[in-house]
Nanobody
Framework: QVQLSESGGGLVQAGGSLRLSCAAS????????VGWFRQAPGKEREFVAA????????YYANSLEGRFTISRNNAEHTVYLQMNSLKPEDTALYYC?????????????????WGQGTQVTVSS
């Protein structure tokens, strides 16, 4: 069993940065693929980024244009999402998710555990 807890969201102006954290419990977390997803009001959940158990490989949504970076610190059981050059369209509830499936990437159905989310609001 893995429990996930996101933090680091908040209100930021366009062009600013935030770093989200996903802290996990559970001894086996370090063997899980971890992904970040987001959901804006009235929209479907969408994939943001994913990272393999060893810190790589990493995968990103094409729409991010290189502005976000996913990383993990297995010693601290934490995965991070560094978000730079934020835009109003990045406003959403951001979730982290963990998967036992080594092939997990952008499909949310491949993930077994989800956090409660952290709100990111980008003002123009």
């Amino acid at each position: 069993q893995v429990q996930l807890s996101e933090s680091g969201g908040g209100l930021v102006q366009a062009g600013g940065s935030l770093r989200l954290s996903c802290a996990a419990s559970g001894r086996t977390f370090n063997s899980y693929v971890v992904g970040w997803f987001r959901q804006a009001p009235g929209k479907e959940r969408e994939f943001v980024a994913a990272i393999g158990w060893g810190g790589g490989p990493t995968y990103y949504a094409n729409s991010l244009e290189g502005r976000f970076t996913i990383s993990r610190n297995n010693a601290e059981h934490t995965v991070y999402l560094q978000m730079n050059s934020l835009k109003p369209e990045d406003t959403a509830l951001y979730y982290c998710a963990a998967s036992k499936r080594g092939y997990a990437r952008a499909n949310g159905n491949d993930y077994d555990y989800w956090g409660q989310g952290t709100q990111v609001t980008v003002s123009s």
